[in-house]
């Protein structure tokens, strides 16, 4: 059973950092897209970032030029950058990989932006 493994969030300041990574557990994927979709308290899940296996990204409005994803191809790595964090990013962050045959989800990482 493959199971996608995330790292990298926690509390932060406004105007910080993170980092977020995610990697499945086990072999066997065929990966085509990878991204990262967050959830706030009493909203919809949206998506922050994706990126193809060729490396063509597209980002949400309210994240680009603060954001960057990309990915290691060799180790299945997915990684988000996050700069200049706000109160409203605040939220879960869940990974997404799209395989061949199916889609995997992460468990989710709470990022939390105080101001």
């Known amino acids: 059973q493959v199971q996608l493994v995330e790292s990298g969030g926690g509390l932060v300041q406004a105007g910080g950092s993170l980092r977020l990574s995610c990697a499945p557990s086990?072999?066997?994927?065929?990966?085509?897209?990878m991204g990262w979709y967050r959830q706030a308290p009493g909203k919809q899940r949206e998506l922050v970032a994706g990126?193809?296996?060729?490396?063509?990204?597209n980002y949400a409005d309210s994240v680009k030029g603060r954001f960057t994803i990309s990915r290691d191809n060799a180790k299945n790595t997915v990684y988000l950058q996050m700069n200049s964090l706000k109160s409203e990013d605040t939220a879960v962050y869940y990974c997404?990989?799209?395989?061949?045959?199916?889609?995997?989800w992460g468990q989710g990482t709470q990022v939390t932006v105080s101001s």
């Open positions: 997404k990989i799209q395989g061949i045959l199916r889609a995997y």
């Open positions: 086990g072999n066997g994927i065929s990966i085509l897209t």
């Open positions: 990126i193809t296996n060729g490396g063509t990204t």
